[in-house]
């Protein structure tokens, strides 16, 4: 939510109620008021103040209406049996890029499909304060960006930009705008030690020096050399190679990155830079070929693709409970080695005729999952750069290892500090032990049993307890899922559509 007037709050509670299928007297009736009072709040001609939002959130379930400085719960009921079917959304990693990158355009942008998740929100919260206008749709199925001429990065909200790590692909647009400005450290999920050096030594090629000083970058921009710029990147990292691209779209001539990462959402990144005129080679490759443009001011249109991690979230969900799930809109090339390895331990699904995402690049596919009796994957479970097993659906493959009959071995190189947080599996039943920080062993199957818990404070091992606790028997509570709604756009109530029992609540 970015502007609270009446009439923006009105819309959020109508598009809330819908939904979750409620008419306006359900709704009245759960808050005893008449139904009009319903009608008039929806419509922006009755005012609520922050305890009416507070009673609404809770009755409509709705983690979007949930004021400022109220924490969300989730208590789950279980074991659950999960059926029919449930589309993904689109990624979050590619809409803090996009919404990043959009500050390239002095244009109007409109990003559809964007998911409602509060990495967005932490996003929107700053270009808003530096002045960019941002404006939803009524259905809010569209995004529409439009910076001004000069931005105001004195006004930033730091306390947003903190929350978040995507504020570090500020850093490319930026070069290009002012000579010298400050950026606050990236914060996000707490994973250990997470490098910002190849940023910075990218970022070079185009005049960029920073001094890391008292939780600020201090950044100056030197007029670059001329020519080719070729950039070797020294890991092949998804935020650095946005960085690189968005460096590269404003500067004519051209820029050549190897070891680019090829993952979704730098493809993403890519169309979106094609439709405001930058040509780009070697898209989906470890080797981009860029030529700039020296000004860009497109009105342009474009629509994020499905997201692979949220994916592999359902379909762990339907493995966990041995349900029959279809999870519709599957972006298939950045799932195969998943799903190889899934099918190696024994998991039975099938796959749909492609079709293409709204980008009408993107390949998607049904995936329906079958109950299956799992075993232990032969050999090591490992992540790698796209096209290898996606590192933020590594977490994942401890539930479902925690199925499998056998011992599964996971090797997380890529963290410091993820795979400790899966010890919390052992307190719903789990039999997981660290070997060393990065090497997790999980012996199966488990019973898995209910429990009260906290989110740790990293996204996808918070999920994973969720995911595991739908199997649970009895009531889960888990405390403070900002974490998850970092990442995950109303999950509670859409596993509760497949059938799951998890209802959420404020305090
Ligand atoms: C907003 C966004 O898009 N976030 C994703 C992005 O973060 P992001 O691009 O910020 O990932 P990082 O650059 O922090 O890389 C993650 C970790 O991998 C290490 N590393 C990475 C590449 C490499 O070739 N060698 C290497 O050692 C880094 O040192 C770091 O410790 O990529 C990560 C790795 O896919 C994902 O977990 C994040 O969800
Ligand atoms: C680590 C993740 O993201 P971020 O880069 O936003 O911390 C993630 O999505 O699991």
Not at 162 to 177: A, E
Not at 262 to 289: H, K, W
């Given at each position: 939510m970015t502007q609270n007037t009446p009439a923006s709050v009105g819309r959020l509670i109508r598009d809330a109620r819908l939904q979750r299928g409620l008419s306006p007297e359900q709704v009245a009736s759960a808050l005893e008021v008449e139904p009009t009072v319903v009608r008039d709040i929806e419509h922006g001609t009755q005012e609520l103040d922050v305890g009416g939002i507070a009673r609404i959130a809770d009755v409509l379930q709705d983690p979007v209406l949930a004021p400022v400085g109220r924490t969300m719960h989730l208590r789950v009921k279980g074991p659950?049996?999960?059926?029919?079917?449930?589309?993904?959304?689109?990624?979050?990693?590619?809409?803090?890029?996009?919404?990043?990158?959009?500050?390239?355009?002095?244009?109007?942008?409109?990003?559809?499909?964007?998911?409602?998740?509060?990495?967005?929100?932490?996003?929107?919260e700053v270009l808003e304060s530096i002045g960019v206008r941002v404006t939803w749709s009524d259905d809010r199925s569209e995004l529409e960006l439009v910076r001004p001429e000069?931005?105001?990065?004195?006004?930033?909200?730091?306390?947003?930009?903190?929350?978040?790590?995507?504020?570090?692909?500020?850093?490319?647009?930026?070069?290009?705008?002012?000579?010298d400005f400050q950026l606050p450290y990236a914060g996000g999920c707490n994973l250990g030690a997470r490098t910002v050096t190849p940023h910075l030594q990218a970022l070079q090629y185009f005049g960029l020096d920073v001094k890391a000083t008292d939780g600020w970058y201090h950044a100056h921009v030197r007029e670059p050399a001329e020519g080719v710029r070729h950039i070797t990147l020294t890991e092949r990292g998804d935020t650095v190679t946005e960085n690189v691209l968005m460096a590269a779209a404003l500067y004519p001539g051209e820029t050549v990155i190897r070891n680019a990462?090829?993952?979704?959402?730098?493809?993403?990144?890519?169309?979106?830079?094609?439709?405001?005129?930058?040509?780009?080679?070697?898209?989906?490759?470890?080797?981009?070929?860029i030529r700039g443009v020296e000004r860009i001011e497109a009105d342009v249109r474009v629509a994020p693709s499905e997201d692979p991690i949220e994916a592999m979230s359902l379909i762990t969900a339907a493995v966990v409970t041995k349900s029959m799930v279809t999870v519709r809109r599957a972006p298939i090339e950045f799932l195969e080695i998943e799903l190889a390895i899934l099918a190696d331990m024994g998991l039975r699904f099938d796959l749909s005729e492609e079709y293409p995402a709204a980008n009408g690049r993107t390949r998607l596919v049904d995936i329906t999952v079958y109950p299956s009796d799992l075993v232990a994957a032969q050999d090591k479970i490992h992540p790698m750069p796209f096209p290898g097993l996606n590192i933020d659906n590594l977490p994942f493959f401890a539930v479902i290892a925690a199925e499998a009959q056998g011992r599964t071995l996971i090797h997380d190189w890529v963290y410091e500090n993820r795979a400790i947080h899966l010890l919390d599996l052992n307190k719903l039943g789990a039999q997981t032990q660290l070997l060393d920080p990065h090497r997790l062993v999980v012996d199966g199957p488990?019973?898995?049993?209910?429990?009260?818990?906290?989110?740790?404070?990293?996204?996808?091992?918070?999920?994973?307890?969720?995911l595991a606790s739908l199997a649970a028997r009895g009531v889960t509570v888990l405390r403070d899922v900002y974490v998850i709604n970092r990442g995950y756009e109303d999950l509670a109530n859409r596993l509760t559509k497949l059938g799951a029992d998890v209802q959420v609540f404020f305090d």
């Open positions: 659950t049996k999960l059926s029919g079917s449930i589309d993904v959304r689109s990624s979050k990693n590619a809409a803090v890029a996009l919404l990043c990158a959009s500050l390239l355009n002095k244009g109007r942008t409109v990003l559809e499909g964007i998911a409602r998740i509060e990495e967005v929100n932490r996003i929107l000069v931005l105001d990065l004195g006004g930033m909200d730091v306390d947003a930009a903190r929350r978040t790590r995507s504020v570090i692909m500020f850093l490319g647009p930026l070069l290009h705008m002012l000579p990462s090829p993952n979704y959402m730098v493809q993403d990144v890519c169309f979106f830079l094609e439709s405001l005129g930058v040509a780009i080679e070697g898209i989906g490759s470890t080797t981009l070929r488990t019973r898995w049993r209910s429990q009260e818990l906290v989110c740790p404070p990293a996204l996808r091992p918070a999920v994973c307890l969720l």
